[in-house]
């Protein structure tokens, strides 16, 4: 499964985003994909994860109410909207994908996944 990241950018406090992670291959319906995000010198953090399903989301309680995990299996990506954003939330966003057998299943540590895409900027000014 290879991601590709896209959608941030420059956006000012209270503004939104939304971010797409696209995946090649057929096996994406069957990979659990998550959010996480790194900030210059801070440790990569978990933001929010969605199952193989869809039935199944979880969000980090600092994006609780503001961000939508999302995904459409059709066109093999799934969206993170970012809404009220916070300067905060200024990190490189990336997304992340694990094959398995869980269906319903989300997943909230790096080490559970496999798949990396590249990241996307997203810088909110005060």
């Known amino acids: 499964v290879q991601l590709q990241a896209s959608g941030g950018g420059l956006v000012q406090a209270g503004g939104s985003l939304r971010l797409s992670c696209s995946a090649s291959?057929?096996?994406?319906?069957?990979?659990?994909v998550g959010w996480f995000r790194q900030a210059p010198g801070k440790e990569r953090e978990f933001v929010a994860g969605?199952?193989?399903?869809?039935?199944?989301?979880f969000y980090a309680d600092s994006v609780k109410g503001r961000f939508t995990i999302s995904r459409d299996n059709v066109k093999n990506t799934v969206y993170l909207q970012m809404n009220s954003l916070k300067p905060e939330d200024t990190a490189v966003y990336f997304c992340?994908?694990?094959?398995?057998?869980?269906?319903?299943?989300?997943?909230?540590?790096?080490?559970?996944?496999?798949?990396w895409g590249q990241g996307t900027q997203v810088t909110v000014s005060s």
């Open positions: 992340a994908a694990r094959l398995g057998y869980s269906v319903n299943d989300v997943y909230t540590r790096p080490y559970e996944y496999s798949y």
């Open positions: 969605i199952s193989r399903s869809g039935e199944s989301t």
């Open positions: 291959g057929r096996t994406f319906s069957a990979a659990a």
